[in-house]
């Protein structure tokens, strides 16, 4: 641990009352981690379209191209708007695209029409 010279005034951040360089820098560094780990961490609870294009690392755009259909299609999916009406082929593109399996591909996509169908029923 870096000393102060003999006779020097030692700088304490008062708010915290540690020395403001060096664990001031590690105090930082920490909540920093901290939060980046927080941040990042995979979604708890219930699989969604959402979900599964942002641990893909996708765009809804991204999506949108690759599956050959529109960017607001997309967008319809993840609000649980509509669901999807593919030929098998654009499934198989689909499970790719989104780097997952069927059965996390049925979970996200029949989540969101439970939940459609809950919230109507729910307002009749």
């Keep these: 641990m870096d000393r102060p010279p003999p006779g020097a005034r030692k700088r304490v951040c008062p708010l915290l009352y ?4 060096a ?3 590690r105090l930082t560094l920490a909540l920093s981690v901290t939060f980046l780990y927080i941040m990042t ?3 708890q609870g219930q699989l969604t ?4 294009r942002k641990k893909a690392g996708l765009t809804q755009r991204a999506i949108a191209v690759a599956l050959d259909v529109r960017e607001s299609t997309i967008s319809e999916w993840e609000r649980g708007l509509s669901t999807p009406h593919l030929r098998p082929s ?5 499970l790719e695209v989104y780097q997952c399996s069927l059965d996390e591909l049925i979970e996200a ?5 439970a939940e459609a169908e809950a919230q109507t029923n729910g307002n009749e």
């Design 90 to 94: 654009q499934v198989k593109k689909m």
């Design 109 to 113: 996509f029949e989540g969101q029409e």
């Design 18 to 21: 540690l020395p403001t360089n």
């Design 41 to 43: 961490k995979e979604p």
């Design 23 to 25: 664990n001031r820098l």
């Design 49 to 52: 379209p959402v979900n599964l």
